[in-house]
């Protein structure tokens, strides 16, 4: 492309060849000497890279919690939340991942080991809550403990320790499998939550634990819900036998265990003295349980 001039009296075309003394006199010429516009070296076109789709990822609720590789997390945490504590013997981490990943919603998060673990999935109300344990259990089979409590966003922590404290109870006392809940061992989970409570009652009871055959009675007496008719023939003892052992654990504890508020205090002792020694005996508990629940 080329540049030409302009004259006052009209266009005109330069050629190159016309001199500005060729312009009429007395006329006011603006000449441009023919240059050809230098072009600029074209830059190389960039491409522009996909922008990739990245899932959304929730951040982690608590220490040790981990997403579920199936479940999309919201970025949004809900408002509220299922927390259970569950122990399934027989199962690996990964039979367990994959059964929660399966019947909790998205955003759920775990912390397992050893098939004993947490679970935090979001539940809009404690009886929906209930059933996902439920749920749970029954996906699981036999030789299963779910504790289960619902709690906002902000008490995520202590509904943790509760779970957690509550499933311990629960296995260290030989209950048998299920979905257990804070009220089932609310004044076990007292006692163990009062370390003060727990070594008097603990020494209240220790004459009767170190004597294998009133121990054995209490218990009995205890599953039999105090009818002594029928812990006498689940030991195999006559009625006598069971009365005499009776008033040997009131004369060693000052507390009768055929009345009602004496067998309350005596379970609730005993309790105590289990748990106080749960590190072992959570696990112990449980198999016992499961051994007894086939």
């Known amino acids: 492309m080329w540049s030409g001039c302009s004259c006052d009296d009209g266009p005109v075309v330069c050629t190159g060849r016309r001199r500005r003394a060729a312009a009429p006199p007395g006329a006011r010429t603006t000449c441009m000497t023919l240059q050809p516009l230098l072009l600029q070296p074209v830059q190389?076109?960039?491409?522009?890279?996909?922008?990739?789709?990245?899932?959304?990822?929730?951040?982690?609720?608590?220490?040790?919690?981990?997403?579920?590789?199936?479940?999309?997390?919201?970025?949004?945490?809900?408002?509220?939340?299922?927390?259970?504590?569950?122990?399934?013997?027989?199962?690996?981490?990964?039979?367990?991942?994959?059964?929660?990943?399966?019947?909790?919603?998205?955003?759920?998060?775990?912390?397992?080991?050893?098939?004993?673990?947490?679970?935090?999935?979001?539940?809009?109300?404690?009886?929906?809550?209930?059933?996902?344990?439920?749920?749970?259990?029954?996906?699981?089979?036999?030789?299963?403990?779910?504790?289960?409590?619902?709690?906002?966003?902000?008490?995520?922590?202590?509904?943790?320790?509760?779970?957690?404290?509550?499933?311990?109870?629960?296995?260290?006392?030989?209950r048998r499998p299920g979905v257990h809940q804070l009220d089932d061992v609310a004044v076990e989970f007292a006692v163990a939550s009062n370390p003060e409570v727990s070594r008097r009652l603990i020494a209240l009871i220790e004459p009767v634990v170190t004597r294998p055959e009133l121990l054995r009675t209490l218990e009995a007496l205890i599953a039999a819900d105090g009818n002594r008719a029928r812990a006498a023939a689940d030991l195999i003892i006559h009625r006598s036998t069971i009365d005499y052992r009776l008033g040997r654990i009131e004369a060693l504890t000052g507390h009768s265990p055929t009345r009602i508020h004496g067998l309350q205090t005596l379970c609730t002792a005993l309790a105590a003295h289990t748990l106080a020694g749960a590190g072992a005996g959570a696990g112990a508990g449980a198999r016992s349980a499961a051994a007894s629940a086939v």
Not at 78 to 97: M, S
Not at 152 to 166: T, W
């Open 44 to 174: 190389p076109v960039q491409q522009v890279q996909p922008v990739q789709s990245v899932q959304p990822v929730h951040p982690v609720l608590l220490p040790g919690f981990v997403g579920l590789p199936e479940s999309v997390s919201p970025i949004t945490p809900p408002r509220t939340w299922a927390v259970l504590g569950v122990q399934a013997l027989g199962c690996t981490d990964h039979a367990l991942t994959r059964v929660f990943g399966r019947l909790c919603g998205a955003g759920t998060q775990i912390r397992l080991r050893g098939g004993r673990g947490t679970v935090l999935a979001p539940a809009g109300d404690w009886q929906q809550a209930l059933r996902l344990a439920r749920r749970i259990r029954a996906d699981l089979g036999d030789a299963v403990w779910i504790s289960v409590t619902w709690r906002p966003y902000e008490e995520l922590a202590r509904g943790v320790r509760e779970a957690e404290d509550v499933l311990r109870v629960v296995c260290a006392l030989g």
